[in-house]
């Protein structure tokens, strides 16, 4: 990671470079020494439209290089560092398009300052709002892609936004097709539950209910084969990752109907990747009615 921001610093040192090389060598060339006394309003609108078409370019030549030597990494991370570079552009782009109008700095800053002030309380919102989006990218609560909670909130992050994150909204286990625009203020104000931070794999669990003469055990073994073909081999893999003893856990417990008849509840859980819990859960549920008919018939 160290290489590739050295390598993408430089590209856009270069980059920076070259630009006032070039803007030099034209003020040079073209007698611009005076193009910021604005004689003409036709100078001024050339000039900011040169400077906005130049930063469309940077934009442009800044998302290349950063794709091509972030090539092979997280693809959600990559969007993300586009988006900080792209939205921190346009936030030169005002100030530069700003003095250039006003021909000096210091009359922009001075009127920024009167605009902040006056628009501080009719703005709250959008600029919790920011304040939030500047949480998310620094303390990453989320990422793009991650499965998470926001208040009572829960979906697949698809963008985040200086606004707004973009949730795909999730109903049982299953995308909904659905988006929920949620201000970045919910990331100051309201819990968030990452269920994939660090690790793509939550627990879930498949439950049998039978008699309560059942042998309890003989059906958590039979259950625990049931889940072992289906997530088994990933179970592993994060026990050797992890260095940790994970294998499926087996529960029995004994409730009663209305009527007061007892049964046996027997439930085995199991380690699965986030974004397919509900077609695993299906697959072994398959397995476990092929696998349990006779105790099922009863």
């Keep these: 990671m160290k290489s590739l921001m050295k390598s993408i610093g430089f590209w856009l040192l270069f980059l920076l470079t070259a630009a006032v090389g070039a803007a030099a060598y034209l003020t040079k060339q073209l007698d611009l020494s005076n193009v910021f006394s604005f004689n003409t309003p036709l100078t001024r609108i050339l000039l900011i439209m040169m400077v906005v078409l130049a930063s469309q370019v940077v934009i442009k030549i800044g998302v290349w290089l950063i794709e091509k030597y972030a090539k092979g990494k997280d693809k959600a991370q990559l969007k993300q560092i586009t988006s900080i570079y792209r939205y921190g552009i346009d936030l030169v782009l005002i100030f530069v398009v700003l003095g250039l109008l006003y021909g000096v700095i210091g009359p922009v800053v001075t009127s920024i300052g009167f605009m902040a002030a006056g628009l501080t309380v009719a703005l709250q919102k959008p600029i919790l709002n920011l304040a939030g989006w500047l949480t998310i990218v620094t303390k990453r609560p989320y990422k793009i892609g991650d499965r998470v909670d926001i208040g009572n909130i829960g979906g697949y992050v698809h963008e985040i936004a200086l606004m707004h994150t973009y949730l795909s909204l999730i109903e049982q286990n299953e995308q909904?097709?659905?988006?929920?625009?949620?201000?970045?203020?919910?990331?100051?104000?309201?819990?968030?539950?990452?269920?994939t931070k660090g690790s793509a794999l939550v627990w879930d669990?498949?439950?049998?209910?039978?008699?309560?003469t059942a042998d309890a055990q003989i059906i958590?073994?039979?259950?625990?084969?049931?889940?072992?073909?289906?997530?088994?081999?990933?179970?592993?893999?994060a026990a050797k990752k992890w260095k940790a003893d994970i294998r499926p856990e087996i529960r029995a417990a004994i409730e009663y109907t209305s009527t007061l008849q007892p049964f046996l509840e027997v439930s085995v859980r199991y380690l699965v990747n986030a974004k397919i819990v509900a077609s695993t859960k299906t697959e072994i549920t398959k397995k476990v009615l092929a696998r349990f008919s006779k105790e099922l018939k009863r």
């Design 176 to 195: 909904t097709g659905k988006v929920s625009y949620v201000p970045n203020e919910q990331a100051l104000t309201q819990p968030i539950v990452n269920y």
């Design 220 to 237: 958590g073994k039979k259950l625990a084969g049931c889940v072992e073909e289906v997530v088994g081999k990933e179970m592993k893999e």
């Design 205 to 212: 669990s498949v439950r049998v209910k039978v008699p309560a």
